[in-house]
């Protein structure tokens, strides 16, 4: 992560106003309002004065490397805790009084496993689109739902396109 070099010799609250701005939470009148500058001193440092510029890069550049290193060092940690995790759902699958507990950790480890099936589950996307899959039961309601409203050219068109897929 490179570091850009801290530029100085800004007013206290314009150090400040820098550091608000850099983290975007609030408005440019907020901030004037906060650090305790007019507007229209607070409009004309930001726009002529490259030594607040500089520091507004400063702030944000550092605080993308704090959420950097934070992101960092949780995901350590959740590598670091992901064996024990493990092994209390193992010994919830092995040793469980009750079967829903030990089903549900079975679930739990086919889920995360390499032979678990593709979340998307029912989708597959092609160069025409998402097909999605859905049951027989559910495509019988469908077309009599259309019949109803006496839509025959959308049920010309599934009534193709399932014949297509069987």
Known sequence: ???????????????HAALLEARGEL????????VNLTPAYYSQK???????????????KELENRHYDAS??????????????FE????????????TT???AAKEILD????????DRGRESGEGGITIQIGVKKVENIM????DVGDTETIDLLEGEYEEST
């Open 1 to 15: 992560m490179k570091k850009l070099g801290k530029p100085s010799k800004l007013s206290h609250k314009l150090e």
């Open 27 to 34: 408005s440019f009148i907020d901030i004037a309002n906060t």
């Open 46 to 60: 930001r726009k002529n004065s490259e030594m607040y510029k500089l520091r507004v890069q400063y702030h944000r």
């Open 72 to 85: 960092a060092l949780l995901q350590k940690r959740f590598d670091e805790e992901a064996p024990k995790a």
């Open 88 to 99: 209390t759902i193992a010994q919830l699958h092995k040793g469980a009084d009750r079967d």
């Open 102 to 104: 030990r089903l549900g």
């Open 112 to 119: 995360r496993s390499s032979i678990a099936p593709a979340k």
């Open 144 to 147: 009599a739902a259309l019949a």
